[in-house]
């Protein structure tokens, strides 16, 4: 009867370790929390200013082949909408600063990167793997967390976007 009940608890404490995420991660319906961001020109500003229309959040890293992947896709997506219907920002995770901001410059990014060198928007938004896309609605709350790379401007991507922000595209 011990053992089994040995084996019970220590199958709990696995499945919560699975289910932590990362330290301090705001969860979808969660609102996230203050945070600055740091642009790589040297500029920041703090995320509470990006309320009051639906965002999308990118975090990626340089060395990271599916993020590099979908980059283009939501630069194009960027174009179009961005800061008329939604605004779109990426969160590098990046250690090497200089290596995230060449690979901007080298693909011609044009929507407004940050970099996360405290790993503290690394942590909030639950990124324990990348790519990751989160669609947060114009007060701040997590709609949705998509991990791995998709197109994100192709009809299946608009479709999840339109549906979660409650938009027409």
Not at 118 to 139: F, H, K, V
Request: hydrophobic share 45%; proline share 3%.
């Amino acid at each position: 009867m011990k053992s089994i009940l040995s084996y019970a608890v220590m199958l709990l404490l696995v499945v919560a370790a699975a289910r932590a995420g990362t330290p301090g991660e705001v969860n979808e319906g969660g609102l996230l929390r203050e945070a600055t961001l740091y642009g790589f020109a040297g500029d920041f500003r703090q995320l509470s200013e990006l309320r009051g229309k639906p965002l999308i959040i990118n975090v990626w890293a340089s060395w990271c082949g599916p993020c590099r992947a979908e980059m283009s896709s939501l630069d194009r997506l960027a174009q179009r909408y961005n800061g008329k219907q939604f605004n779109i920002i990426g969160i590098s995770t990046d250690d090497d600063a200089e290596a995230a901001l060449a690979f901007i410059v080298q693909t011609n990014i044009q929507f407004a990167n940050y970099h996360d060198h405290d790993q503290l928007l690394e942590n909030m938004l639950g990124a324990d793997r990348i790519p990751l896309t989160l669609l947060i609605d114009a007060q701040g709350r997590v709609r949705a967390k998509i991990h791995g790379s998709r197109q994100w401007d192709d009809p299946t991507s608009l479709n999840l976007i339109s549906k979660t922000f409650g938009i027409k595209l």
